[in-house]
């Protein structure tokens, strides 16, 4: 959520960054067991928007948030689920003095 909020901050008026994190936050009250109801697993489209909407402004959020449509695919199979370790790596802060486009070694 940290690195969603700060695209929020960035982008305060960015509809799509609203929208992902209002799923985001879906997302984590059903994986924490704050609430029960899996109906609005189909329609989760995270990893979609990341990749049409989010990759230009960071690609490292971006490749996250769709690790996370991912899991929530996952999640629609109630023997499945849960993206602890995705959310974890959401929670973490940017490294500003890494390129995210820049090529890896």
């Known amino acids: 959520m940290t690195a969603c909020g700060n695209l929020r901050a960035q982008h305060p008026d960015n509809v799509t960054i609203k929208y992902i994190i209002s799923q985001l936050q879906y997302l984590i009250d059903l994986d924490t067991g704050r609430i029960k109801d899996r109906s609005r697993l189909d329609t989760i489209v995270?990893?979609?928007?990341?990749?049409?909407?989010?990759?230009?402004?960071?690609?490292?959020?971006?490749?996250?948030?769709?690790?996370?449509?991912?899991?929530?695919?996952?999640?629609?199979?109630?023997?499945?689920?849960?993206?602890?370790?995705?959310?974890?790596?959401?929670?973490?802060?940017?490294?500003?003095?890494?390129?995210?486009?820049?090529?890896?070694?």
């Open 46 to 105: 995270i990893g979609v928007l990341a990749r049409c909407e989010i990759e230009y402004i960071d690609s490292r959020t971006a490749k996250l948030l769709q690790k996370v449509g991912e899991e929530a695919r996952k999640m629609e199979t109630p023997t499945r689920g849960g993206f602890a370790d995705v959310r974890a790596q959401l929670a973490r802060p940017l490294r500003r003095d890494v390129d995210p486009n820049a090529a890896s070694g």
